[in-house]
């Protein structure tokens, strides 16, 4: 069994900064690709930022310039920074790996998701 769980979300005025995280855990054998997506209401789901396990990059273009994405594989951790922070960045932002297990199953796994509010 494989948890994501995430952390550092909240409310921050537009130009602020926020830094998230997600550590996976449980029977983990490798992690592929990991990433960032987000929900706002009424809206459907969609990609922030991916990292590949060779440390390739991929960005929304809304978000380029202001968001980084890093992992850390020795602690199966992915990290959002975000800058520059606007109100339409306000949504759930969701954790997101593709992780093979100790059984040599291959899935896609979701956080729980946090929430993150830009205003003043």
């Known amino acids: 069994q494989v948890q994501l769980v995430e952390s550092g979300g909240g409310l921050v005025q537009p130009g602020g900064s926020l830094r998230l995280s997600c550590a996976a855990s449980?029977?983990?054998?490798?992690?592929?690709?990991m990433g960032w997506y987000r929900q706002a209401p009424g809206l459907q789901r969609e990609l922030v930022a991916t990292?590949?396990?060779?440390?390739?990059?991929n960005y929304a273009d809304s978000v380029k310039g202001r968001f980084t994405i890093a992992r850390d594989n020795a602690k199966n951790t992915v990290y959002l920074q975000m800058n520059s922070l606007k109100p339409e960045d306000t949504a759930v932002y969701y954790c997101?790996?593709?992780?093979?297990?100790?059984?040599?199953?291959?899935?896609?796994?979701w956080g729980q998701g946090t929430q993150v509010t830009v205003s003043s």
């Open positions: 997101n790996a593709d992780i093979k297990t100790t059984n040599w199953v291959r899935l896609t796994y």
């Open positions: 449980g029977s983990i054998f490798t992690i592929y690709r």
């Open positions: 990292v590949n396990s060779n440390g390739n990059t």
